[in-house]
């Protein structure tokens, strides 16, 4: 299954992020791609907030994660945003335990996936992001049971 839309501004993308966020399901992993200023962190800061996040959400540049706890109605959960731009190699990565996060019970999106390609696992969910004249055009894409089914739940 996949969804193409174009966000006219900041706040299609907040909205985007406000139709996601009771989407999410336990385990489910997005990868978030496009250039610097394509609205990655936008994207990711609007989800956190519409699930509930009260504080800062900070760009995950130099610590490559930031952890957060997300309420999916009764269920927390924990939601970690990666930014692995700066990563330096995989052994940082696979030392620094991140590979254990991807599992069952965790909420992972990453920005610039492609930065640790050959070690994450295939993703349940995709988003393109690119820059259209003055907004943004999105493309989600699918590629697990879980992805559908969170993209089922879309209403957009
Ligand atoms: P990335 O994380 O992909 O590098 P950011 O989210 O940090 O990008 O920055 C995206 C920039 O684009 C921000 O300045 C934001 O205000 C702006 N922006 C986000 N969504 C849209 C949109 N749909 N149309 C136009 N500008 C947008
Ligand atoms: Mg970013």
């Not at 993308?13 to 966020?21: D, F, P, R």
């Not at 999410?24 to 509930?52: C, M, N, Q």
């Not at 930031?66 to 030392?95: C, N, T, W």
Request: with cysteine; hydrophobic share 40%; net charge negative.
């Amino acid at each position: 299954m996949s969804y193409t839309t174009t966000l006219a501004d900041e706040a299609a993308t907040q909205a985007l992020g406000k139709s996601l966020a009771p989407c999410l399901l336990p385990g489910l992993s997005i990868y978030l791609h496009g250039d610097l200023g394509a609205g990655k962190t936008a994207l990711t800061r609007a989800i956190l907030h519409a699930a509930g996040h009260q504080g800062h959400v900070k760009s995950p540049t130099y610590t490559l994660v930031e952890p957060y706890q997300i309420m999916l109605g009764q269920q927390a959960v924990k939601l970690l945003h990666f930014d692995l731009y700066r990563m330096i190699s995989a052994e940082e990565f696979l030392e620094a335990g991140f590979r254990e996060e991807f599992n069952e019970s965790n909420i992972c999106i990453v920005e610039w996936p492609e930065k640790a390609e050959g070690i994450l696992p295939e993703p349940d969910l995709h988003i393109f992001l690119s820059i259209a004249g003055d907004g943004r055009h999105v493309e989600l894409q699918a590629l697990s049971d879980k992805g559908n089914e969170c993209l089922a739940l879309l209403r957009f």
